[in-house]
T-cell receptor, first 114, second 114 residues
Framework: NAGVTQTPKFQVLKTGQSMTLQCAQDMNHNSMYWYRQDPGMGLRLIYYSASEGTTDKGEVPNGYNVSRLNKREFSLRLESAAPSQTSVYFC?????????????FGPGTRLTVT | AQSVTQPDIHITVSEGASLELRCNYSYGATPYLFWYVQSPGQGLQLLLKYFSGDTLVQGIKGFEAEFKRSQSSFNLRKPSVHWSDAAEYFCAVGVSFGNEKLTFGTGTRLTIIP
C-alpha cells in the first residue's frame, strides 16, 4: 500500500498563477483533508471532505478550492496564487468513523509563490 | 471549540536521557487524543492515540502517553531518547461523536545532543 500520495513534491509559482495539488489514498478511507503548515503555527485545516461528494471549509479556506473527485482522490486548487500561500501543504485521510479518527498523512508539497 | 496547547516550542535533551513533552487540551467532554511525529522534510506519523479505557497508552518507537482528565493533559514520555528521535512532535485533539476534524497544537521541536 502506498498510503497517501501527493503530487508534486515541490512547486514554484509566480503571483497570479494557478495550480492544482493532487492527493490520492489507497486505504479506502472516507474522510480526506488538506492542511497547510507554516513555521510556529502547526497545521491549519484548509478544507476537508467527510465523505465522497461532500466538502467543507476548515480554518483557512480563503484563496483555495477543493474537489473530491472520487473516494480515492481529493485535489486542492489555487486559482490565483499569492505570496501568503507559500507554505508546505499536507493531505491526510481517515476512516472518519468511531473509533478510527486518526489521520494518515502524505509526504507534503512545498510551494513557493514569488 | 476544542483547542490544544503545547507550551514548549523547543526542547533539548541528551541522548539516553528521559523525555516528557507537554500537551494540554481544552474540551468539555472526553476527547480523542493523538501524538504525531514529523521528521525533517517528511509528513506526520502517528505515534499513539487515546480514545477510552486505560489512561496510559503505548505507542510506536518506545513512546507512551498518559491521559489525565483532572489536568486536561496528555503528555508524551520516553524513558531514554535516541538520536533518531530528533523531530517535531504534534499533539492533536478530536471531539467525540461525529466530528471528523482534528485540532493540532503548534508543535514541539526536539533536539538531541550526544
Amino acid at each position: 500500500n502506498a498510503g497517501v500520495t501527493q503530487t508534486p513534491k515541490f512547486q514554484v509559482l509566480k503571483t497570479g498563477q494557478s495550480m492544482t495539488l493532487q492527493c490520492a489514498q489507497d486505504m479506502n478511507h472516507n474522510s480526506m483533508y488538506w492542511y497547510r503548515q507554516d513555521p510556529g503555527m502547526g497545521l491549519r485545516l484548509i478544507y476537508y471532505s467527510a465523505s465522497e461528494g461532500t466538502t467543507d471549509k476548515g480554518e483557512v479556506p480563503n484563496g483555495y478550492n477543493v474537489s473530491r473527485l472520487n473516494k480515492r482522490e481529493f485535489s486542492l486548487r489555487l486559482e490565483s496564487a499569492a505570496p501568503s500561500q507559500t507554505s508546505v501543504y499536507f493531505c491526510a485521510s481517515s476512516e472518519g468513523q468511531y473509533p478510527s479518527y486518526e489521520q494518515y498523512f502524505g509526504p507534503g508539497t512545498r510551494l513557493t509563490v514569488t | 471549540a476544542q483547542s490544544v496547547t503545547q507550551p514548549d516550542i523547543h526542547i533539548t535533551v541528551s541522548e539516553g536521557a528521559s523525555l516528557e513533552l507537554r500537551c494540554n487540551y481544552s474540551y468539555g467532554a472526553t476527547p480523542y487524543l493523538f501524538w504525531y511525529v514529523q521528521s525533517p522534510g517528511q509528513g506526520l506519523q502517528l505515534l499513539l492515540k487515546y480514545f477510552s479505557g486505560d489512561t496510559l497508552v503505548q505507542g510506536i518507537k518506545g513512546f507512551e502517553a498518559e491521559f489525565k482528565r483532572s489536568q486536561s493533559s496528555f503528555n508524551l514520555r520516553k524513558p531514554s531518547v535516541h538520536w533518531s528521535d530528533a523531530a517535531e512532535y504534534f499533539c492533536a485533539v478530536g471531539v467525540s461523536f461525529g466530528n471528523e476534524k482534528l485540532t493540532f497544537g503548534t508543535g514541539t521541536r526536539l533536539t538531541i545532543i550526544p
